[in-house]
């Protein structure tokens, strides 16, 4: 790949193993994004990102989380819940949330039955507060969590005896 020139360095992660540059390539009209590593695949990744380590394409900026709008916050988060959910009956011999709760209304197996009812009461439950807390959040009254937080925040399953 022969570049004619690069621009713009900026760190594209807060570890600075990337940087995203502007290129333009010979026999191209328009410039192109692009991101080079210190470990690229190709020899040109990586000499663009040791040029621009270098100080050759101007001084790299600082990374710049990216923001996230009140949708993908709230996506992001009930990403989360679900793998919360589903990874919690998997604990419990089930495949996931879905499976364990279809046993609610399933009589042939008493034990079956009440471990479906328990998952059901508290995935709605789970579901209740998570929506309470992004009623919160969209209101102001508090901060997005971290899903670790808000995971750590939700009801704990309650389950009968063996």
């Known amino acids: 790949m022969n570049i004619q020139y690069a621009k713009n360095p900026r760190w594209s992660d807060s570890a600075h193993t990337m940087i995203d540059l502007i290129i333009k390539i010979v026999g191209l009209d328009e410039e ?3 991101t080079a590593s210190s470990n ?6 990586r000499k663009l990102f ?3 380590v270098g100080g050759e394409f101007g001084p790299i900026a600082d990374y710049q989380a990216p923001v996230l709008s009140a949708d993908q916050i709230e996506r992001m988060l009930s990403i ?16 996931d949330i879905k499976t364990a709760i279809s046993y609610a209304d399933e009589p042939s197996v008493p034990q079956y039955q009440i471990e479906g009812t328990a998952f059901r009461e508290w995935r709605s439950l ?9 009623s919160n959040v969209s209101s102001g009254e508090i901060s ?13 399953l309650s389950m009968p005896e063996k």
């Open 126 to 134: 789970i579901w209740a507060k998570f929506y309470e807390i992004m």
């Open 144 to 156: 997005a969590p971290e899903p670790t937080e808000l995971i750590a925040s939700l009801p704990q």
């Open 50 to 52: 040791q040029s621009a």
């Open 32 to 34: 192109i994004p692009f």
């Open 40 to 45: 690229d695949t190709e020899d040109h990744g």
């Open 80 to 95: 989360s819940v679900q793998s919360y959910l589903d990874s919690t009956a998997q604990l419990h011999g089930y495949d």
